[in-house]
């Protein structure tokens, strides 16, 4: 049985594990992960590889124009990985949905309009519908959720949630390109 150390032993242990930045911890899961690795940070910030080997170990930090440098030049796999890092557990869920104009005209009529919307809106009932029922399903019986099972409850779930973030898009995209109302004049007396 393995024996945990209390508190006072971390306090006073002859050799501590090295600390380490928040930044470096998080540069460790991204090459760990096969996300990104040193050689594409040094061409992405245009720094040489030991520079980022220190960034790596938590000798130095990086400059917050060379974080933002990652950050953008990573690619989406990159971008992904950090915000999921950063936010954790907090409740927070970072997603990307990039939509062209042709992905809000849900309805393909050739128009982005309320139709549009409402159809976003249909289809993550429709998509909430399935995922219910495949709860209903699972929970009859007393069954243990199995990866699979897990990995269909996630991809139901984010497809309801694009679909109402898709509906949102719309109507912003509308709100954003209807002709705006002028002010009335007062008039002279």
Known sequence: MQRYRTEAEWMHDPHPEPETTMFA???ERLRRDDVLNVKRMAQI???DQTTIMRWCTGQTDPQFRNVHLIFQGGGFDVQAAILNDLVGD???FPTYIEDTLEDLDINGDGRIDLAD????????LHNLSDL????DRDRSGDRRLTDAGVANYLRL???VFRSLVRGKRVIEHIHRN???RRKARAAKQ
Not at 118 to 124: G, V
């Open 90 to 92: 907090t409740g927070w």
């Open 178 to 180: 209807q002709p705006r």
């Open 157 to 159: 779930m984010d497809q």
């Open 117 to 124: 919307s409402i159809a976003a809106q249909l289809n993550a």
């Open 45 to 47: 910030t245009g720094l």
């Open 25 to 27: 911890a998080l540069l």
């Open 132 to 135: 219910l029922q495949q709860v």
